[in-house]
């Protein structure tokens, strides 16, 4: 953490909060994708949320990551037409882009589901639940 | 340079036109074709709009937020970059489609007999690199396309696919492909602050050639992982070959047993017909003494006028005579047991046969055979055709018989 990058977002106590792997990333976007369709705000809100703040995934790293993930055929995406609410009513309106999970994607999510879980699994058999066993030893 | 801050700050006085100024900078950063531009710019808008509206909520005046929602993108040049190596991954795969697709479209043109030619003409095809825009141009192709392109190569995988046409894709294909892609893509996964190491690979077996487009580092583990299924394949085939001559040893063993029985069972038949032969002779000479007895005796009663003695001695004659017919009989029907014998040991059920391989073990025809020359001419001679005029002809040896070839089917044994 004392490696901080610029820019690197802060949690409401000034604490760095720690930045995703791509593989992470692509994961978390994929699962918020599973739920339904989004656009890239959402997707950023919505990591940062779930995680309760923990996760942050910035428009730096979010939108190149979706733009490979549709060349890859993982998500598929159309535009919509939108209106700000704030703005003025003669201002023109902006294209809005959504994304939807494709059935590529949502093998690729399944199986990076399943290798997390294996591995979380294997660190647990080496932890083997200490932290809480403490008291036991004392 | 100034940074993004000082030059949005310059820019101002609305954030609409900070926002638009900055997304020109960031645009002319992209290098990259002008819809994907566009597209990168329209949705940057998007979201830099929205965190505006949000970061207002909380009580910032529209240029701090402008300049906040701004700063969040970082470093405008790196931004640039993760779009350029973003698009990459996907121009390459476009590519690398459009090559496959256009390759098909080559061989179908070309027809089957040119493409399995090798001293196929040059005709028109889609050029190769494809060029920005997507534009695919008729060009003329070497006829040797080499074995890599750029990040694009192929590998021969004949010895692991099965097909019967050059198109075809059957399912050891997508086992291949399966096979390849759990192997040799690098992807760190798991709690790693690292960055993927390579992009996603791109596997496509047509015929029997695998197409790969992947980074220096797949294509390494690749050829490795080919190597090693080409090693086990070997393997299978070796050990394949391996049973087979081994069955085929086990057969031809049994073949030459079987064979040394024979033999050993038709000597022991010419030893039986000799002594035969043996016994017929004296027969022959005990019938002429006999006979010369008889003669002999008549003609002194005769002279001596002994009538009742000529008639005792007619007498004995008959029963002798009659005893030794039956001891002619009994010859031949022995001589015929054993000539029929011989000629089943020879031809009949007891040659040895393996998978309809049945060799000629006494080599020339039937008819150069001395043995089975006197064994058809004598036959029915004895019991049914009268007695022998003379004693039977000695068996002439047969020829000997040849070594067994080591592999059925390459041949008689003479």
């Known amino acids: 953490m004392s490696d901080a990058k610029p820019n690197q977002p802060r949690d409401m106590d000034g604490k760095l909060v720690p930045e995703l792997s791509s593989s992470h990333a692509e994961m978390l976007v994929l699962s918020v994708l599973a739920e339904g369709s989004a656009y890239g705000y959402r997707i950023t809100k919505q990591v940062t949320a779930t995680s309760g703040g923990s996760f942050s995934l910035g428009p730096a790293k979010l939108y190149p990551l979706l733009t490979r993930l549709e060349k890859q055929g993982l998500v598929t995406a159309s535009w919509e037409e939108v209106k700000a609410d704030r703005s003025e009513p003669d201002a023109p309106g902006r294209r809005r882009k959504w994304y939807r999970l494709s059935a590529k994607g949502r093998k690729r999510l399944e199986g990076r589901i399943e290798a997390h879980r294996q591995f979380t699994a294997l660190i647990d058999a080496f932890i083997g639940g200490r932290g809480g066993g403490q008291e036991e030893r004392a | 340079m100034t940074s993004v801050r000082e030059r949005t700050e310059q820019i101002e006085p609305t954030s609409r036109d900070a926002i638009g100024s900055w997304l020109d900078v960031l645009e002319r950063m992209l290098d990259l074709p002008s819809d994907q531009r566009q597209a990168i710019r329209a949705e940057l808008e998007d979201h830099l709009r929205n965190r505006i509206d949000d970061l207002m ?48 479209g080559g061989l179908l043109t070309l027809g089957a007999a040119t493409f399995l ?121 070796g050990l394949e070959n391996q049973r087979r001559a081994e069955y085929e040893r086990e057969q031809m063993r049994a073949i030459e047993k079987a064979e040394k029985a024979r033999q050993e069972r038709i000597e ?109 001419s004598t036959r029915g001679r004895g019991s049914r055709g009268g007695a022998f005029a003379e004693v039977p002809q000695p068996l002439k040896a047969a020829p000997r018989v040849q070594e067994i070839p080591a592999t059925p089917g390459t041949g008689r044994s003479r």
């Not at chain 2, 993108?73 to 993760?82: C, D, F, Q, V």
């Not at chain 2, 690398?96 to 697709?101: C, F, L, P, R, Y």
């Open chain 2, 117 to 237: 030619g090798p001293n196929t003409q040059p005709v028109e095809q889609p050029a190769m690199p494809i060029p920005p825009g997507g534009e695919v141009r008729a060009a003329v192709l070497p006829t040797d396309p080499g074995e890599a392109f750029d990040e694009l190569r192929r590998y021969d995988v004949s010895a692991l696919v099965n097909v019967n046409s050059p198109l075809e894709q059957g399912p050891e294909a997508h086992q291949l492909i399966e096979l390849l892609e759990n192997l040799a893509f690098y992807n760190y996964s798991v709690y790693s602050d690292e960055e993927d190491t390579e992009d996603e690979p791109m596997l496509v077996v047509i015929g029997t050639t695998l197409f790969v487009r992947g980074g220096e580092g797949f294509h390494k583990r690749a050829a490795w992982v080919l190597a090693s299924l080409h090693e086990a394949v070997g393997k299978q085939r």
């Open chain 2, 268 to 376: 022991e038949l010419r030893s039986q017909y000799d002594e035969m032969r043996t016994r017929f002779r004296e027969y022959q000479l005990e019938r002429m003494q006999v006979l010369e007895n008889f003669k002999k005796n008549r003609g002194q009663a005769k002279k001596q006028g002994e009538s009742d003695l000529e008639m005792d001695l007619g007498r004995r004659f008959q029963i002798e005579s009659t005893e030794l017919d039956f001891e002619q009989q009994d010859i031949q029907e022995r001589l015929d047991r054993i000539r029929e014998l011989l000629l089943d040991a020879e031809y009949g059920a007891a040659k040895p046969t393996v998978d309809g391989f049945s060799p000629n073990l006494f080599g020339a025809a039937a008819d150069e055979n001395p043995l089975l020359e006197y064994l058809r």
């Open chain 2, 57 to 104: 909520i909380t009580g910032m005046s529209e240029p701090e937020a402008a300049r906040a929602a701004v700063g969040e993108l970082g470093e405008t040049a790196e931004l640039a970059r993760g779009f350029r190596r973003a698009a990459r991954a996907g121009k390459r795969m476009t590519m690398m489609h459009a090559t496959v697709i256009a390759a098909m």
